[in-house]
């Protein structure tokens, strides 16, 4: 059982940054793939970024991002910590939202398995980030 939770949220000023963490209480998320994705009221979650993790052991974890973001945010994670992180950079207010962690041990062979919110079994509560221009 993995249980997820986000924080790091808060008020934003357009042009700062932002650091989000999610951390794991019970199962490790060392063997999963980890994802952050963003949600706008009324609208469904949308894909931030990924961390896939290979399980041939062989191959380094690879790491995607929205065209939206690319350049801009850096997920990470901390295995002695249990968690995962989103560092965010110069923001803009279309990056308000509230930001999801989720993690999923199921393995794929493509990379767009991990673009889609169905393919997480875990998710957090979410955070709020609000972007002030």
């Known amino acids: 059982q993995v249980e997820l939770v986000e924080t790091g949220g808060g008020l934003v000023q357009a042009g700062g940054s932002l650091r989000l963490s999610c951390a794991s209480s019970?199962?490790?998320?060392?063997?999963?793939?980890v994802a952050w994705f963003r949600q706008l009221p009324g609208e469904e979650q949308e894909f931030v970024s990924t961390?896939?993790?290979?399980?041939?052991?062989?191959?380094?974890?690879?790491?995607y991002y929205s065209d939206s973001v690319e350049g801009r945010i850096d997920i990470s994670r901390d295995n002695t910590k249990n968690a995962i992180y989103l560092q965010k950079n110069n923001l803009e207010p279309e990056d308000k939202g509230v930001y999801y962690c989720a993690a999923t041990h199921l393995v794929y062979m493509s990379e767009s398995f991990y673009y889609r919110k169905g393919s997480y079994k875990d998710w957090g509560q979410g955070t709020q980030v609000p972007v002030d221009s």
């Open positions: 961390l896939i993790w290979h399980a041939d052991g062989a191959t380094s974890e690879t790491t």
């Open positions: 019970g199962d490790t998320l060392t063997k999963s793939s």
